[in-house]
């Protein structure tokens, strides 16, 4: 009997110390994954304070899959998936304070699929995507406070499809779009306060559509458009208060310009082109200067972009690509110089790259791995516990 009670005791603390925990102040999590094939599985945990947590998934074929976590504070997470084919997938959060959440999807075949998640605060939440072939899925956020929250898309063949959100006090919401073939849709969004929101489209073939918006206050909310072929087809907005309404074309100075074409100097462009100066850029293309871009894209300089490209400068860029600088990439690719890096690639200089990838300079990459420490004190405590076990199994041997 001793022996058995000795056994359990010696496999909990290995347990422990190995995948599953509950952490408090600054701490780094991995853990539990049931893999098959080729596979990369990092584990669950519930942290509340300064953390990184990474997740539980179940995979198939060649796939990168990081975890679960309810979070509280200042944290990173990243989530749950379930994969087939060659894909990465990261998962759902539940967060408040000031922390960045990537969320849930399911993906076959070749794609990258970002997910759900709900904040509160300072934070940017990435959706729910469902993705089949070569394609780029950005999903569902609600999001109050000051928050950058892209949608919700289903797409097939190669194609880029941005998503559903709604948003309320300052806050950049990129909304619903289901696209076919080569083509890019952002999507509808409700917005109140200060606010850009961009609409509903369908699109087939090479065309860029851009969406419905509603808007109240101050804000910036282009239209509604079905476009078939090779078009550019921005649509309808129904606005009330201070607003702009418009676009296609190319702007310079100090602009509000949702639009398609290149815009420089001071300007706010959830749009399709290249942005150079002080700007507000949830759209595709380049971005230079200090700017907020949830995007598809290059960002250099201060710059917020969550979408597909590189950034350099100080920035925030949950996304997909390569950042510089200072900066947040929550995606896949690589950051160098002072960055927040929950992502899949390498990051050098000062850095948290939490994701699959190779960390150089001062970092801290809670990515594929174990905490020792935290290993080490639970090995510990569990002897410690069950030596007394230990004592009562030997006196009864010798008895």
């Known amino acids: 009997m001793e022996s058995i009670i000795l056994s359990i005791a010696i496999f909990i603390g290995v347990l422990l110390g190995t995948s599953v925990g509950t952490f408090s102040g600054s701490s780094i999590s991995a853990g539990v994954g049931a893999s098959s094939g080729s596979t990369i599985s990092a584990g669950v945990g519930a942290s509340s304070g300064s953390s990184t947590s990474v997740g539980v998934g179940t995979f198939g074929g060649s796939s990168t899959s990081v975890g679960v976590g309810t979070f509280g504070g200042s944290s990173t997470s990243v989530g749950v998936g379930t994969f087939g084919g060659s894909s990465t997938s990261v998962g759902v959060g539940t967060f408040s304070g000031s922390s960045i959440s990537a969320g849930v999807g399911t993906s076959s075949g070749s794609s990258i699929s970002i997910g759900v998640g709900t904040s509160s605060g300072s934070s940017i939440s990435i ?20 928050s950058t929250s892209p949608g919700v898309g289903t797409s097939s063949g190669s194609s880029i499809s941005i998503g559903v959100g709604t948003s309320s006090g300052s806050s950049t919401s990129p909304g619903v779009g289901t696209s076919s073939g080569s083509s890019t849709s952002p999507g509808v969004g409700t917005s109140s306060g200060s606010s850009i929101s961009i609409g509903g489209g369908t699109s087939s073939g090479s065309s860029i559509s851009i969406g419905v918006g509603t808007s109240s206050g101050s804000s910036t909310s282009p239209g509604v458009g079905t476009s078939s072929g090779s078009s550019t087809s921005p649509g309808v907005g129904t606005s009330s208060g201070s607003s702009t309404s418009p676009g296609v074309g190319t702007s310079s100075g100090s602009s509000t310009s949702p639009d398609v074409g290149t815009i420089s100097g001071s300007s706010t462009s959830p749009d399709v082109g290249t942005i150079s100066g002080s700007s507000t850029s949830p759209d595709v293309g380049t971005i230079s200067g200090a700017s907020t871009s949830p995007s598809i894209g290059t960002s250099s300089g201060s710059s917020t972009s969550a979408g597909v490209g590189a950034g350099c400068g100080a920035s925030t ?50 990515s594929i791995g174990t905490n020792m420490n935290a290993r080490v004190a639970v090995l510990i405590t569990a002897a410690i516990l069950s030596a007394p076990v230990t004592a009562i199994s030997l006196l009864g041997t010798r008895r």
């Open 127 to 146: 959706g729910v995507g469902t993705s089949s072939g070569s394609s780029i899925s950005i999903g569902v956020g609600t999001s109050s406070g000051s």
């Open 317 to 366: 860029s949950p996304r997909i690509g390569t950042s510089s600088g200072s900066s947040t990439s929550a995606g896949v690719g690589a950051g160098c110089g002072a960055s927040t890096s929950p992502s899949i690639g390498t990051s050098s200089g000062s850095s948290t790259s939490a994701g699959v990838g190779a960390g150089s300079g001062s970092s801290t990459s809670p």
